[in-house]
């Protein structure tokens, strides 16, 4: 005698759940790399977030040492800001200020520091916009008037 009822019920029993464990594999999987992308995300806005900057000088009055401009950067981050030519880009009215004709008064920025940006530029008399370039893309601008 061949398969009874009983035994084609079980083989189709037992592909069932092979099938249903496959699936359910597949959606762990998907559901893990779901997950770790966002974890990834959510980590890169949280540092974005925690670099920030803001350039505090009074755009009246701009102080000079020299031949060089003094601008205050305030860190209003919560993480230690590292001012180096390589972390910062520096522009003055859209022109980009070379590596040589500014650096920063201290190395680094605590959280909630203050640290000035000297910058050795020639500038007409009116309205001029600096804009400063950091860490995680983050940019402030300033308009300033000499």
Partial sequence: ???SLTGTHVI???AAVIVA???SGVFIAVTMNVTTSLQNRGDRVKEQLDTDFAIINDPDIIPMT???YIFY???IGGVKLTTTN???QVFIDGDLI???YYYFGNSSIPAEGVTNLYVNTTLTSGDHMLRIVGP???DKDFTFMK
Avoid: E, W
Wanted: aromatic share 20%; glycine share 12%.
């Fill in 1 to 3: 005698m061949g398969f």
């Fill in 12 to 14: 189709f029993f037992i």
């Fill in 21 to 23: 464990g496959m699936v």
């Fill in 66 to 68: 020299g031949n060089y």
């Fill in 73 to 75: 950067l305030k860190n």
């Fill in 86 to 88: 390589q972390t910062f």
């Fill in 98 to 100: 070379s590596s040589p």
């Fill in 136 to 138: 995680q893309a983050v």
